[in-house]
């Protein structure tokens, strides 16, 4: 099977030159503009996308590029994005890079060269996902990308295992950064449906005058704009899953069309006369009181009851025990990995602060603050510093030479216990000491062998 590159142009011609230049070696697919750009996105998840920046309706500028852009990125943060630029528009292109794309190429594009770079950006994404499959399959801890070692977290694995065998709408209940989106993609990527597109659309962040159209599309003619038939994002879901976050920001007119979608299966573009049946499996998500807003009248108790068959309530970090510490050295791993820098540590008063910090950013504020140290720090070691967590506003508690022996102790035996899945002979040899020595170690610190995380407090 030929892998899949989606080529983005507005300029006909050089879409067909693209596509017969690379067809031998890709399954080429071809988009136009934003919309279907994301719309084939999703139906297709190709690993590479060749992008140009200056899309319509105004392609002069690099706006539609750089949102196209981060919306394929927001699906898929591990697709490989290469920028087709002209000269005049390098600093456009150099914007994308430092935005997530993957390498850019000037215009007009050099086939041979293109060649060479779609060659070696496909094996490095195929890499990339072969680790990804290996890292799951050893850590016990990852689960379709999430990671938590915490009670809360592997309650939250079971229910997306259980609901992911359904149809049923699920509502998504969590502070903005607990992983709402994550677990949206993990029930489509277990379901029946993970070969059909998953097409996410956030309903906060388009402007309620455009949202309509957004979801529903619209006919041509339709009103001042509207220069061509376009499908919405609910179509665009068929056969697949539809993910609507911040579904709590939707305005009260809108909440009754898609009330009647929901019961229905249905929809009308705007200015259309043709229902059109979709079949899709809808997740909703919201980071605000659903149950405050619907007693003040801004949100329909029928809608809610329509997408809330079944709810999953995503536990912010403060309350998931002993999972700061184990997605910070996560984090610290991979930044590093990345960066090239390997054999990061955190400090004691990084440690501290970390436990202390009460993270309203959840999980989305933590692997920032730790890719921003990652970058920015000198040493090896991360301070607080680092970190940009602040002086602390008090020491931590004074403790003897023997509790900290002891602190440093079990986090190492508790940490190749983990890693070896509680084998005693591989945890020891990890440590470099015999087996009877770390049985001992063990007996001393009152461990067992199947205590993997820390159960201290």
Known sequence: MKPKLLIVDDDEEIRTQMKWALCHDYEIHLAEDRPNALALFGEVKPPVVLLDLGLPPNPGTPEE??????????????????????????????????????????????????????????????????????????????????????????????????????????????????????TAQAIHRQSRRKDGPLIAINCSAIPESLL?????????????????????????????????????DIPLPLQVKLLRFLQEQRIERIGGRQEISVDTRVIAATNVDIQKAMAEGRF???????????????????????????????????????????????SQDAVWALNEHTWPGNVRELENRVRRAVIMAEGKRLTAADLELGKLSAEPHKISLKEAREAVEREMVQQALRKHSGKIAPAASELGISRPTFYELMEKLGLRANDRTDKAG
């Open 300 to 346: 329909r108790e029928d809608l809610y009851y329509r997408l809330a068959v079944v709810v999953i309530n995503l536990p912010p970090l403060r309350d998931r025990e002993n999972d700061i510490r184990f997605l910070a050295a996560e984090f610290l791993r991979r930044c590093g990995s990345e960066t090239g820098r390997k054999g990061l540590t955190f």
């Open 212 to 248: 309509e159209s957004e979801l529903f599309g619209h006919e041509k003619g339709s009103f001042t704009g509207a220069h061509m038939q376009r499908k919405g994002r609910i179509e665009s879901a068929q056969g697949g899953t539809l993910f609507l976050d911040e579904i709590g």
């Open 65 to 182: 590029g750089m949102a196209t852009l981060a919306e394929i990125l927001a699906q898929e943060r591990q697709t490989k994005v290469i920028i087709a630029s002209g000269q005049a528009e390098k600093a456009n292109a150099m914007e994308a890079i430092g935005a997530g794309a993957y390498d850019f190429l000037p215009k007009p594009v050099e086939v041979d060269e293109l060649k060479v770079i779609l060659r070696r950006t496909f094996h490095v994404a195929s890499l990339e996902q072969d680790y990804r499959k290996l890292q799951e399959q050893t850590q016990p801890e990852s689960f379709e990308r999430m990671l938590g070692t915490s009670p809360q977290m592997q309650a939250v694995f079971a229910s997306i295992r259980k609901v992911a065998t359904t149809d049923a709408p699920v509502l998504l209940l969590g502070e903005s950064g607990t992983g709402k989106e994550m």
